[in-house]
């Protein structure tokens, strides 16, 4: 049987924000599955769906209160079956977010942990006691600032959070902890889901000793920011142990399918663990496009220039997610936002690997505007104003115009922008050049050329603007030719096999099909040789 996944494309639904069917302000189940016809359209495989589980909502549904439960504010479990029956039916794939690092403090887990030291749950969850001092019982940061311990009155000890401190890790050193994650895994399996996006993995496991972390700064991929080393609070090597199970549960369901979350500054050493060979994830993403501040070539050839060397790890790509700034706004410093939108739209859909397109990515969102007043998330208000934070890209989709307030009611759980209301859905579809519907056509085409899905990828020596690559397999090769830069570029191809052009199949931001040598910025063309 063939792997469905291998360079298949997946659409990613945020499901606060992607339709609401009840008029609360808030996404749900019942509106997702209204618009199924509208993702199948687009061309993509599958859908991604970001936590709908009972949550109090601390971290947006990352923090998981009951592991089987759908909150009410997204519905209730039969509309989550109806949503899969639905997508099923339209040929879609559905992936869904699994939390396994750490649960809700709300969690009975926690709940009975906490209690005291002499319970059933005691070390669900890591303890510690304080140093003689008073103080945590080492130097691990959280992910979103500040000690990753916080002190509990009722236990007296510390616990860890490598999140929210209403974040506590699960400890999945514990064969009991891990022994009721995998039967969650087959809860939602039973339940038809496709397939695991696994959230955080890299924060699976922690050394149990607790070392201190070095007490220096290190630079993440592609990513100015100094962030404080994560050495002994994740990526311990245990965790593929754990992962290998996982992988087993899910070979008990015929074709299932697992891709690994993993940031942080190893992430691509991580993925490469977390993955490799047939007993464990079948791929894994990092963020090393997210964390991209500007458009580079050279950044983006050497990322994915990293995975030639490993035949059996599948890599996968993301411009955009709920984690991070729209990439239009994020790269878009001197360029027009909307050929911006389809060159990058072009760039993904060319690359090797398992593709995720973000809600609203097809319709070349922006980064909403959001004044700190109306600001959600914890990360964004304790960054504010020094980062984008992650609430511009979580505003509402925009199905209509600004007289119907997007398809949404007048009051959302989040602002829409008044930009967005411009590039809407339904304006879009009426518009053949719509980022939108160009879009479709790029998705169209991928899935008529079989290069494109599971071939390989060569890069050309090019000038440092440029990105050029052939896709090929038995039957085809397609040269892809990219000018990312801010001028117009020359480029003629030094092999003449190169050069010479069986078929001109796709060419976008102005390039003259009579003049391909002569590219414009953001300009490129895509032919068979």
Same mark, same amino acid.
């Given at each position: 049987?063939?792997?469905?996944?291998?360079?298949?494309?997946?659409?990613?639904?945020?499901?606060?924000?992607?339709?609401?069917?009840?008029? =609360?302000?808030?996404?749900?189940?019942?509106?997702?599955?209204?618009?199924?016809? *509208?993702?199948? =359209?687009?061309?993509?495989?599958?859908?991604?769906?970001?936590? &709908?589980?009972?949550?109090?909502?601390?971290? &947006?549904? /990352? +923090?998981?209160?009951?592991?089987?439960?759908?909150?009410?504010?997204?519905?209730?479990?039969?509309? !989550?079956?109806?949503?899969?029956?639905?997508?099923?039916?339209?040929?879609? @794939?559905?992936?869904?977010?699994?939390? /396994?690092?750490?649960?809700?403090?709300?969690?009975?887990?926690?709940?009975?942990?906490?209690?005291?030291?002499?319970?059933?749950?005691?070390?669900?969850?890591?303890?510690?006691?304080?140093?003689?001092?008073?103080?945590?019982?080492?130097?691990?940061?959280?992910?979103?600032?500040?000690?990753?311990?916080?002190?509990?009155?009722?236990?007296?000890? *510390? *616990?860890?959070?490598?999140?929210?401190?209403?974040?506590? %890790?699960?400890?999945?050193?514990?064969?009991?902890?891990?022994?009721?994650?995998?039967?969650? $895994?087959?809860?939602?399996?039973?339940?038809?889901?496709?397939?695991?996006?696994?959230?955080?993995?890299?924060?699976?496991?922690?050394?149990?000793?607790?070392?201190?972390?070095?007490?220096?700064?290190?630079?993440?991929?592609?990513?100015?920011?100094?962030?404080?080393?994560?050495?002994?609070?994740?990526?311990?090597?245990?965790?593929?142990? !754990?992962?290998? +199970?996982?992988?087993?549960?899910?070979?008990?369901?015929? =074709?299932?399918?697992?891709?690994?979350?993993?940031?942080?500054?190893?992430?691509?050493?991580?993925?490469?663990?977390?993955?490799?060979?047939?007993?464990?994830?079948?791929?894994?993403?990092?963020?090393?496009?997210?964390?991209? @501040?500007?458009?580079? $070539?050279?950044?983006?050839?050497?990322?994915?220039?990293?995975?030639? +060397? &490993?035949?059996?790890?599948?890599?996968?790509?993301?411009?955009?997610?709920? +984690?991070?700034?729209?990439?239009?706004?994020?790269? #878009?410093?001197?360029?027009?936002?909307?050929?911006?939108?389809?060159?990058?739209?072009?760039?993904?859909?060319?690359?090797?690997?398992?593709?995720?397109? /973000?809600?609203?990515?097809?319709?070349?969102?922006?980064? $909403?505007?959001?004044?700190?007043?109306?600001?959600?998330?914890?990360?964004?208000?304790?960054?504010?104003?020094?980062?984008? #934070?992650?609430?511009?890209?979580?505003?509402?989709?925009?199905?209509?115009?600004?007289?119907?307030?997007?398809?949404?009611?007048?009051?959302?759980?989040?602002?829409? %922008?008044?930009?967005? !209301?411009?590039?809407?859905?339904?304006?879009?579809?009426?518009?053949?050049?719509?980022?939108?519907?160009?879009?479709?056509?790029?998705?169209? !085409?991928?899935?008529?050329?079989?290069?494109?899905? =599971?071939?390989?990828?060569?890069?050309?020596?090019?000038?440092?603007?440029?990105?050029? &690559?052939?896709?090929?397999?038995?039957?085809?090769?397609?040269?892809?030719?990219?000018?990312?830069?801010?001028?117009?570029?020359?480029?003629?191809?030094?092999?003449?096999?190169?050069?010479?052009?069986?078929?001109?199949?796709?060419?976008?931001?102005?390039?003259?099909?009579?003049?391909?040598?002569?590219?414009?910025?953001?300009?490129?063309?895509?032919?068979?040789?």
């Amino acid at each position: 049987m063939s792997e469905w996944w291998r360079g298949t494309v997946i659409y990613q639904i945020y499901p606060r924000s992607f339709c609401d069917s009840n008029d =609360d302000g808030i996404g749900d189940l019942a509106g997702i599955t209204s618009k199924l016809e *509208y993702v199948a =359209d687009l061309g993509v495989d599958a859908i991604w769906i970001s936590p &709908f589980f009972k949550s109090p909502m601390k971290d &947006f549904g /990352y +923090d998981v209160e009951d592991f089987r439960q759908v909150d009410p504010v997204f519905g209730d479990l039969d509309d !989550f079956d109806a949503l899969i029956r639905k997508a099923h039916s339209l040929g879609l @794939k559905v992936v869904i977010d699994q939390v /396994y690092s750490h649960s809700s403090d709300q969690c009975d887990w926690f709940k009975e942990s906490r209690q005291s030291d002499s319970n059933s749950k005691v070390d669900w969850y890591t303890w510690a006691n304080a140093k003689e001092d008073g103080s945590p019982p080492n130097n691990w940061q959280s992910a979103f600032g500040g000690p990753a311990w916080t002190w509990d009155e009722t236990r007296q000890q *510390y *616990y860890l959070h490598n999140f929210l401190p209403e974040q506590p %890790d699960l400890n999945l050193h514990n064969p009991e902890v891990c022994k009721e994650l995998l039967e969650i $895994a087959r809860f939602w399996l039973d339940r038809g889901v496709d397939g695991f996006r696994l959230d955080a993995t890299n924060h699976f496991m922690h050394d149990p000793s607790l070392p201190d972390n070095p007490d220096e700064h290190v630079s993440l991929e592609a990513n100015a920011d100094n962030t404080p080393v994560v050495l002994y609070n994740a990526s311990h090597p245990d965790t593929v142990g !754990f992962l290998k +199970d996982v992988r087993a549960v899910l070979d008990q369901y015929p =074709d299932r399918f697992s891709v690994a979350e993993v940031g942080g500054p190893n992430s691509l050493h991580d993925i490469r663990q977390f993955t490799q060979g047939s007993d464990r994830l079948d791929t894994g993403y990092s963020f090393v496009f997210l964390n991209l @501040k500007k458009l580079s $070539a050279q950044s983006i050839g050497e990322a994915v220039r990293y995975w030639d +060397d &490993f035949e059996t790890v599948w890599p996968s790509w993301t411009f955009n997610n709920h +984690d991070g700034p729209r990439v239009v706004s994020r790269w #878009g410093k001197g360029f027009e936002p909307e050929q911006l939108a389809k060159t990058l739209q072009t760039l993904l859909v060319m690359l090797r690997g398992t593709l995720f397109m /973000y809600q609203g990515e097809e319709l070349g969102l922006p980064q $909403a505007n959001i004044p700190f007043e109306n600001l959600k998330d914890p990360e964004a208000i304790a960054n504010w104003p020094d980062t984008m #934070g992650r609430d511009g890209a979580r505003t509402p989709m925009p199905w209509s115009g600004r007289d119907n307030n997007g398809d949404w009611p007048g009051k959302t759980w989040m602002p829409l %922008d008044e930009a967005h !209301f411009a590039l809407n859905a339904e304006r879009q579809k009426r518009d053949t050049d719509s980022p939108l519907n160009y879009c479709r056509r790029l998705l169209q !085409f991928r899935k008529q050329h079989p290069a494109l899905v =599971d071939g390989s990828i060569k890069f050309i020596d090019c000038p440092k603007d440029m990105l050029i &690559f052939v896709r090929a397999n038995e039957k085809e090769s397609i040269l892809c030719v990219f000018n990312l830069g801010k001028t117009e570029q020359q480029w003629v191809p030094k092999n003449e096999g190169t050069g010479r052009s069986k078929s001109w199949l796709f060419n976008f931001g102005g390039t003259d099909q009579n003049n391909p040598f002569t590219l414009p910025p953001l300009g490129g063309y895509i032919k068979e040789i």
